[in-house]
């Protein structure tokens, strides 16, 4: 079956890393990720700011040349081009005359029938079965996983995980043998599209989000978007300026910890692309903590057995 | 701004807001919970229950301040509003609304200048390639803003980790790209 792919524009720039780990964690797993020929821009933030006709556009000609290939399932792995992607497809389906008008402006046939998957729908959907059965070098790093906005809001829309405390990547870490901490800026913003036009915003937001997964003794943060990402990691000279400390740890894709648990190298995963170098030192397999733990949870059920 | 689309009955302001967004105004009863949740609301001159509160009012003053606000162009679409709003109201879709409105009215406000030649630089760069070329995308906008030495400490250090690519991407349907900003409607406030 074809997969399509759609990287979106940050993955072939700033963001390479993020593709080159997807496309790597795909290829554990037997799975082939067609990109879908001629993509455009799904037009982001700028685009539904300024034109909502536009922003509708770009993104329904993307899914029309999806169609025209039969693919059927594109995975989405940048959290904003998911949720333009989402929207879209969401708000033709509802108003049959808007989505003549688009079908028009793009010049294409367009069914709206193709499934728009995020990074973490198309893990569970074709890897999470398999991955614990794979894991060969353990995640064991306390991990704050980071949703951000677009993955999870707005629900009603894209009917994914919970909006305040998701938990979906918590598990995905879990089951590639890392501890996923319990923290409170899951889905706080990091200030999105306005690095480079209000730099000091975004500072400001993505640095309450890193001092509390610090505080709370992450030593990696895991993010599904290349927006937070670029936040998180480039601006971390003007978040540690703003927190007047210097926070060290690593923000890593989901995909590059799947990748690093099932024994792909660093340089495969473009591990050495971030801007905040990744240190990962080395930790005994399993502590015995965890396991500890379950058994005493374990116990009292078999008592009430 | 035209207050009226039908001489006999002219039509609210809230109307209109609700005729072209389909977002019920009246239905906000001022609980705060937009503001409290969203990260912005400190650093704008209006926050979002506010906004609401205003918009019920029907006073074309009011409706002019928020076109002039910063409030439109520092919302930045994270959807908590939505998310923790009892009654479900899409102040995001607002705001797109209002954002159009104001650039469109000429009436966007001096200190949003940078946020705005940021999303216009952002299209330029799709209208004439397909897709986003981040590095011409920045020159355009120190071009527009002026502001020329920001952010060149980073770049080099981005080159090296092959984050910066020198090369655009230009799809092959780049006229058809072209030809959907030309047929969209309003299209004259984001080609420029």
């Not at chain 2, 301040?65 to 109201?89: D, G, H, Q």
């Amino acid at each position: 079956m074809k997969i399509g792919f759609y990287p979106g524009c940050s993955m072939k720039g700033g963001a390479r890393e993020y593709q080159e780990s997807v496309v790597a964690l795909a290829k554990v797993f037997d799975i082939e990720l067609v990109e879908i020929p001629d993509w455009n821009c799904c037009g982001a933030t700028a685009a539904h700011n300024l034109n909502k006709e536009l922003s509708l556009s770009l993104p329904a000609r993307i899914m029309a040349l999806a169609e025209k290939e039969g693919i059927t399932d594109i995975v989405v792995p940048c959290a904003a081009c998911y949720n333009r992607l989402s929207v879209t497809k969401h708000e033709l389906a509802e108003d049959a005359s808007l989505c003549s008008k688009v079908t028009g402006i793009i010049d294409l046939k367009y069914s709206g029938k193709t499934n728009i998957l995020n990074i973490i729908q198309f893990i569970d959907k074709y890897i999470t079965d398999k991955l614990e059965e794979k894991v060969v070098k353990p995640f064991n790093y306390n991990t704050a996983c980071y949703y951000g906005c677009l993955l999870v809001r707005p629900h009603a829309i894209l009917n994914f995980d919970r909006v305040e405390d998701p938990q979906s990547m918590d598990v995905l870490v879990k089951k590639s043998g890392g501890n996923a901490i319990d923290w409170a800026f899951k889905t706080e913003c990091c200030g999105a599209g306005m690095s480079v036009s209000r730099t000091d915003t975004v500072a400001r937001l993505s640095g309450d989000i890193l001092k509390d997964a610090s505080d709370r003794k992450a030593e990696v943060m895991v993010v599904a978007c290349p927006m937070c990402h670029s936040n998180l990691d480039m601006r971390r000279p003007e978040i540690n300026k703003y927190l007047d400390e210097k926070i060290s740890m690593p923000v890593l894709y989901i995909s590059q910890v799947l990748g690093l648990a099932v024994g792909l190298d660093a340089k495969t995963l473009g591990l050495n692309r971030h801007m905040t170098e990744v240190i990962l030192p080395d930790k005994p397999v399993k502590n015995a903590e965890p396991a500890e733990v379950s058994k005493k949870v374990a116990n009292p059920e078999k008592m009430e057995a | 701004m035209s207050a009226s689309h039908d001489q006999h009955h002219p039509m609210t302001l809230s109307g209109e807001l609700r005729m072209d967004t389909g977002v019920i105004i009246n239905k906000c009863y001022q609980c705060g919970k937009c503001s409290a949740g969203c990260p912005l609301s400190s650093e704008m001159d209006y926050p979002p229950s506010l906004v609401m509160r205003m918009l019920q009012t029907d006073d074309p003053k009011n409706y002019d301040k928020l076109l002039k606000s910063m409030t439109i162009w520092l919302c930045v679409s994270c959807e908590m509003c939505l998310t923790r709003c009892p009654m479900e109201i899409d102040i995001p879709r607002l705001m797109d609304n209002l954002r159009q409105k104001s650039v469109r009215a000429k009436k966007t406000n001096p200190q949003a200048k940078k946020i705005i030649a940021f999303h216009k630089s952002f299209l330029d760069s799709i209208n004439y390639t397909g897709r986003l070329y981040e590095m011409g995308m920045v020159v355009d906008y120190k071009m527009r803003t002026g502001a020329m030495t920001q952010d060149v400490m980073i770049a080099p250090k981005m080159f090296v980790k092959g984050k910066l690519n020198p090369i655009p991407e230009i799809i092959k349907g780049r006229k058809k790209i072209a030809e959907i900003f030309n047929r969209v409607q309003n299209n004259k406030e984001v080609k420029l």
